[in-house]
Antibody, heavy 119, light 107 residues
Framework: EMQLVQSGAEVKKPGESLKISCKGSGYRFTSDWIGWVRQMPGKGLECMGF????????RYSPSLQGRATISADKSINTVYLQWNILKVSDTAIYYCAGADGSGKGFDYWGQGTLVTVSS | DIQMTQSPSSLSASVGDRVTITCRAG??????LNWYQQIVGKAPKLLIYAASSLQSGVPSRFSGSGSGTDFTLTISSLQPEDFATYYC?????????FGQGTKVEVK
């Protein structure tokens, strides 16, 4: 069974940096694409980007505008989402989710990490 | 990005009702369309992939259809656990995009 476990909730101030994590287990993890999906308060789902652990290829949504970076540490089966300068508008729940690359959707999800940015 | 538009944005229904949600893509996406259910406070769950294939473990009252630009999710007989928000998502382009969601509420 594929499983993703995310790091805990964070409260930060504008201008601070943050790195949240998503640790995977299961036979497919190193061959799948892992995506980050943002859900702002009371809003819908937005795919921010993907990383492929096998080749470390990353893809980003244009809406990210270079403000966040997706990375991975293959040795510990963990994917990261990082901001260098947080804004209040980054307040959201961030989900990591896995897909096999065939276009069949995200078939396994992490539990979500709530990031609150407030002065 | 490929724009995905769902309708309606919300609907009210009763247990046992047949519910239909539509999703329109801004360009042809063949059958690269997936449907998710999100219950409040939970992560989304994949229901349907490739427009009409039922994900393992999902009840058969859920079905999907369509190709090209127009797609439909149908719940044949709404159950209490089905009150949730439903999202379509295209997986045709490199960056996947979601519809804005359809909230199914108790009538």
């Amino acid at each position: 069974e594929m499983q993703l476990v995310q790091s805990g909730a964070e409260v930060k101030k504008p201008g601070e940096s943050l790195k949240i994590s998503c640790k995977g287990s299961g036979y497919r993890f190193t061959s799948d694409w892992i995506g980050w999906v943002r859900q702002m308060p009371g809003k819908g789902l937005e795919c921010m980007g993907f990383i492929h652990l096998g080749g470390s290829e990353t893809r980003y949504s244009p809406s990210l505008q270079g403000r966040a970076t997706i990375s991975a540490d293959k040795s510990i089966n963990t994917v990261y989402l990082q901001w260098n300068i947080l804004k209040v508008s980054d307040t959201a729940i961030y989900y990591c989710a896995g897909a096999d690359g065939s276009g069949k959707g995200f078939d396994y999800w992490g539990q979500g990490t709530l990031v609150t940015v407030s002065s | 990005d490929i724009q995905m538009t769902q309708s309606p944005s919300s609907l009210s229904a009763s247990v046992g009702d047949r519910v239909t949600i539509t999703c329109r893509a801004g360009q042809s996406i063949s059958k690269n369309l997936n449907w998710y259910q999100q219950i409040v406070g939970k992560a989304p769950k994949l229901l349907i992939y490739a427009a009409s294939s039922l994900q393992s473990g999902v009840p058969s009252r859920f079905s999907g259809s369509g190709s090209g630009t127009d797609f439909t999710l149908t719940i044949s007989s709404l159950q209490p656990e089905d009150f949730a928000t439903y999202y379509c998502q295209q997986s045709y382009s490199t960056l996947w995009t979601f519809g804005q969601g359809t909230k199914v509420e108790v009538k």
